[in-house]
Each structure stands twice: as structure tokens, then as C-alpha cells.
């Protein structure tokens, strides 16, 4: 069954869920050399996890966040939220501010969003800003799947690109599923490096 969207829920899905950036340590500036346990061999989920040590950069873009929710069947209003909130109509702060609500995305700019992962298992986000927005645990479950803060997620790492898939069930319009697909960033890729 799902739970209805309360205007908190919303506003913490906008923020990625975070805490208060000025509570958190900044996102690595390079994957963590925090020493290993000898093996002789690392399992299939160390050598996946990491692949996935670093930072990704990625672009939240507001065509494509915003048909992902509407298909997976999330409200308008929250689907207007989630334009509002990443700031991707600059000026706007409300669905007051837009010129057109039905087309939120009409006056929309694209952002940077990142997220890192460290050996020691944190995860967390950052916004256009380079502010940290989110935070958490991440684990790699299988060769195409991680566990971040306990939501699954399907991944694909090509080279220097991480391409994140929400799992959430179809119809599923818990705060949970929405974190997922924002998290995904629509299932647009992410590049290896640094914020600019």
C-alpha cells in the first residue's frame, strides 16, 4: 500500500533526504586510503565496490526527472516540487513562480549533481552548489546492484560513466521510491572526476 506524500516527505525528498550540510564531512577529495584487510583473493562485491569508490558527477535535467515521475505516477504537485526544490527553474521557489506549472520545465536550466562513495561504505550527494545534500551507507549487493541507505538500485560502471536504475516498484509512490529515482538521476550517466 502506499503512503500519501505529506509536504515534509516532499520537502526531504527535494533536499535528497539530507541533513544539514553544515553537520556533515565534505565529500572526499580523492577515493579514501584507509588500509585493507589482507586476502588472497577479493570477492566479486569488494572488487565491485571498488569500481564504485569516488566521486560521480552527473546532471539533474529537468525533461527527463520530470517524465520519470510522472510515469512512475507521482503527483503533480510533487513532480513540481522536485523541479523547485534541485532549483532547476532559476528564480523560482514556489509553483507560484513558474510560468506555466502544466509545463514546469519551461524556463528550466540543467544542474550538476553528484554523488560519491567511499572504501569505508558512506555515501552521500551533492548539489549544483557543491554543497552536500544527502548521506548514508552503500553496499554492492551483486555485480549490478547496490544497496544505498537500504534502497536497491540496479548499476552499470562503463569505463568512466556509472549509470544508476531505480528499482522502485511500479505504482510505487513512497518518499522511498521517489529518493530512487531522483538518486538515479532519471537514469542519466555520471561521469568519474570532480565538481567543477
Not at 569500481?51 to 510522472?70: F, S, T
Not at 555485480?143 to 560502471?157: C, K, L, P, Q
Amino acid at each position: 500500500m502506499n503512503r500519501l506524500m505529506t509536504p515534509a516527505a516532499i520537502a526531504l525528498l527535494v533536499a535528497c533526504a539530507g541533513p544539514n550540510p553544515a553537520d556533515v564531512p565534505p565529500p572526499p577529495s580523492s577515493p579514501s586510503t584507509a588500509p585493507h584487510r589482507a586476502s588472497s583473493a577479493p570477492s566479486a562485491s569488494a572488487a565491485a565496490a571498488n569500481e564504485l569508490v569516488g566521486e560521480w558527477i552527473g546532471v539533474h535535467d529537468c525533461a527527463r526527472i520530470v517524465e520519470a515521475l510522472r510515469e512512475g505516477g507521482f503527483e503533480e504537485s510533487f513532480v513540481i516540487e522536485a523541479v523547485v526544490g534541485n532549483a532547476l527553474v532559476p528564480e523560482a521557489s514556489s509553483a507560484d513562480d513558474l510560468a506555466d506549472p502544466a509545463d514546469p520545465c519551461a524556463d528550466a536550466v540543467s544542474r550538476e549533481h553528484g554523488h560519491f562513495f567511499t572504501e569505508t561504505g558512506a555515501f552521500g550527494s551533492t548539489d549544483h552548489n557543491g554543497q552536500q545534500v544527502d548521506d548514508g551507507t552503500y553496499e554492492v549487493v551483486d555485480h549490478d546492484t547496490v544497496s544505498i541507505n537500504g534502497t536497491e538500485f540496479g548499476y552499470e560502471i562503463t569505463g568512466d560513466r556509472l549509470t544508476l536504475r531505480s528499482l522502485a516498484p511500479e505504482g510505487c509512490t513512497t518518499f522511498e521510491c521517489g529518493w530512487s529515482i531522483m538518486v538515479a538521476m532519471a537514469g542519466e550517466p555520471l561521469e568519474r572526476g570532480v565538481p567543477r
